[in-house]
Nanobody
Framework: QLVESGGGLVQPGGSLTLSCAVS????????MSWYRQAPGKERELVAS????????NYADSVKGRFTLSRDNAKNMMYLQMNSLKPEDTAVYYC??????????WGQGTQVTVSS
C-alpha cells in the first residue's frame, strides 16, 4: 500500500514536501517514482529513484526545483518541491516498480499552486 500526503494549496514560488508511506511489501527492492496528472492532461513522470543508492531522474520541467529522496529504513519516500509554479498544479501519485513494471500506486494527493 502506498499513501501520499503533504499536498495542499500554495502560492507561486512557495514550497511543499510530499510524502509517500509504504507498507505491505519490501520497499527496499522497488524503484520508486512520483507521477502527476493535471486536469485534461495525461499522467506524466515527475521523478524516479532507484531501489538502492541515490540515483534519481527528473522531468525537465522540474529539474533544479524538485528533490526526490527515500528512506528505506522508514519505508518512506519524499518529494521536496520548491519554486512552485501554477503549471505544477496536479494530483501527485507515488508508484513502486520492479524493472519496467509498476506494481503499486497510491491514490494521489492534490497540489494546487495559485495566488
Amino acid at each position: 500500500q502506498l499513501v501520499e500526503s503533504g499536498g495542499g494549496l500554495v502560492q507561486p514560488g512557495g514550497s511543499l514536501t510530499l510524502s509517500c508511506a509504504v507498507s505491505g511489501f519490501s520497499f527496499g527492492i522497488y524503484a520508486m517514482s512520483w507521477y502527476r496528472q493535471a486536469p485534461g492532461k495525461e499522467r506524466e513522470l515527475v521523478a524516479s529513484i532507484r531501489s538502492v543508492g541515490a540515483d534519481t531522474n527528473y522531468a525537465d520541467s522540474v529539474k533544479g526545483r524538485f528533490t526526490l529522496s527515500r528512506d528505506n529504513a522508514k519505508n518512506m519516500m519524499y518529494l521536496q518541491m520548491n519554486s512552485l509554479k501554477p503549471e505544477d498544479t496536479a494530483v501527485y501519485y507515488c508508484a513502486a516498480a520492479l524493472g519496467n513494471r509498476y506494481y503499486f500506486w497510491g491514490q494521489g494527493t492534490q497540489v494546487t499552486v495559485s495566488s
